[in-house]
């Protein structure tokens, strides 16, 4: 059996929550894109912790976790997070490295700064898209190389003298040591130099064995680099698709696809919403919500449910089942408001457009709903309050897809799953 687990969204839909949930039973958690722009909010026993890289199968015993193709990593920031977990534990998860990742690597983080890509799009400054653009122009720096130091030495000093052409004034990118680099590479990387693996073939053969593997999406399906935004997007395929090419394995052998999205809808750093709150209501979302980023500590911006980028979103992944959470957040409004089309130049349309331009010409058409004051706290699905019910109804019928989970609250416990 396997699993995708999918944001809808801009991402911060609560998937850290839903896949440490489900990891519980599985024999291999696998993360197959984005980067330490990413952050997971995880609760477990009893502990909060905000994970970058980690796939939510470090916190269980006999759970294989593995950083796919698609992941490029920090290993600064992934040494530090496997340390804190394994302080928590008492133990060192089993944690796989693929020998096709990127690296990110310090001049990553000045290129971000100096191309002014956080100011204008709003990133979150890790080195993210310089990494991935080195990928794309075949200069990048992957995990198997630190198999090889002598030629990863000369692989980054042929890269750092490129760079010091382009940004001749850059005291920066002067003061790095091509050698000092790989030092600290391979320091930082020291504990998993037995743990680098053709993650393809890895997981291929887990899938094989017929137990359960999880796979754990970052961001949302709006940030993707073809689907999303655009150029409001992340760097890497947030979607489905993305699987694919991360891991070179048969998309028909993940049976099942949840995705998970908010019962409202936020935003971090720059781009359209069209369904953005910002008066009370909206100011009320964010703290009730303790809508504030896992990475940046920067306040989300919240809005209403957007359908119209929910059925979009749902269609791209083929999603088969729906997690709904923070359900919770929109409690003892009196009323609740979904978007349900948009209209645009004086027309009415219910097709999500392929560009963040387009999107931001879009003005969201409301369907008002009543409100409910009693907690949606339940053991069973039928102690939903109606009117909550009648919310989770609507979703499903506008999207075609179940609700299995409901969310409620961050921890594991705070949670109503329906059989389907």
Known sequence: ?????????????????????????????????????????????????GTHLLPAG?????????????????????????????????????????????????????????EGSGSRFGTTRRGISPAYCDKIAHVGVRVGDLLEPEQLRERIAWRLDLLRREWPQCEELRDLDPTNIVRGQLELAEPWMGCIVDASRVVEQALATGDEVLFEGAQGALLDVDWGTYPYVTSCSTTFAGIGTSLGIEGSSIGSRMGVTKAYQTRVGEGPFPTELTDGIGASLRERGGEFGTTTGRPRRCGWLDLVALRYAVRLNGITELALTKLDVLE???TVKVCCAYRVGG??????????????ECEAVYEELPGWKDSVEADTWDELPVAAGRYVALIEEATGVPVGLVSYGPSPEETLRRPL
């Not at 801009?10 to 039973?25: C, V």
């Not at 530090?80 to 990553?108: D, K, M, Q, S």
């Open 332 to 334: 003892g409004l009196p």
């Open 347 to 360: 027309e009415t349309t219910d097709r999500f457009p392929l560009s963040g331009d387009r999107l931001a």
């Open 58 to 114: 470090v916190f269980y015993s006999g759970v294989t976790s593995v950083l796919a193709g698609g992941v490029v990593i920090d290993l600064d920031v992934m040494r530090r997070e496997y340390e804190e977990v394994a302080r928590h534990l008492g133990h060192g998860p089993v944690l796989l490295l693929a020998e096709n990742a990127h690296l990110i690597l310090p001049y990553h983080r000045i290129l971000e700064e100096l």
């Open 1 to 49: 059996m396997a699993t995708a687990v999918l944001g809808l969204q801009w991402g911060d839909e609560g998937k850290g929550k839903i896949t440490h949930l489900l990891a519980r039973s599985a024999l291999m958690v696998v993360r197959f894109n984005g980067g330490p722009n990413a952050g997971h909010t995880v609760i477990d026993r009893g502990v909060k912790f």
